[in-house]
């Protein structure tokens, strides 16, 4: 049962407390899709400033729209496309203060102006995804939340093919 709760104010105890919750919702989850459902309400719960969060799958040359919480979304992107694809191409996470900055950016929701995108890592090291989040404020999101929700997502890891 979810029960609402008050997040930590300082960003270090936000994201111990926010990889606590994962571990709670989605961390004994053996079905990927359940597990990548309930992270991304956790993850939309947990960050108020974001109107989108949720999961993009690779599939051969393009990553498939997985489970989110937000408006309807782009279903696939090509392979180092948008900044969902550049994450994926350049292996390394993606935060954009202004997306009208980004070339090549993806507008699903033309109120979105700022995004952070995190790869998703196989034990191999392998990409088999990524993390999408999406605000309407600029620069909702910096690099401490980058290596917050880098550590985050290692919940995932097992979920790899
Ligand atoms: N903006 C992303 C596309 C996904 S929607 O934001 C959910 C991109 O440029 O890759």
């Known amino acids: 049962m979810y029960i609402d709760v008050s997040y930590p104010a300082d960003k270090r105890d936000f994201y111990k407390f926010l990889e606590d919750q994962l571990a709670l919702y989605a961390g004994g989850e053996s079905d990927r899709t359940a597990a990548l459902a309930n992270a991304s309400a956790v993850l939309k719960l947990a960050f108020p400033r974001a109107n989108w969060a949720g999961f993009y799958l690779a599939a051969g040359e393009e990553l498939i729209l997985g489970p989110f919480q937000g408006r309807p ?19 390394r996470p993606q935060v954009v203060e202004d997306v009208s900055c980004f070339e ?30 999406d605000s309407a404020d600029y620069a909702a999101f910096d690099k401490e939340d980058e290596a917050g929700l880098t550590a985050c997502v290692e919940i995932l890891r097992r979920f790899a093919p």
């Open 73 to 91: 979304a782009v279903t696939r992107i090509p392979y180092g496309a948008g900044v969902c694809g550049a994450a994926w191409r350049e292996g």
């Open 104 to 133: 090549g950016h993806i507008a699903c929701d033309c109120a979105s102006h700022s995004e952070i995108v995190i790869p998703l890592r196989g034990e191999n090291g392998s990409i088999w995804g990524v993390l999408d989040m």
